[in-house]
């Protein structure tokens, strides 16, 4: 019971960060969107910025599937066991 709550509480932690990269990659698509003029520097800042959050996002995703599919074959074994 106690590794369960630990991993559910972990999902819950990594859900929070996925969800505040997504706010953050928002936030620079909006910061572009915004001006009219854009300076190089700062649009070269935020685009590495974003960069990183897709990188960081996709991997989250990919553990998120990879939890996902272990579930299903819990219960899939689970079912074939009765």
Known sequence: MFQFMHEF???LMDSKNLNNSIKKLAEIAE?????????????????????????????RLKQIENEFEEIKKEIADENDSK
């Open 31 to 59: 910061w572009f969107e915004d001006r009219e003029e854009v300076d190089v520097e700062i649009g070269l800042e935020k685009v590495k910025e974003a960069v990183v959050l897709i990188k960081e996002s996709k991997e």
């Open 9 to 11: 509480i972990r999902m």
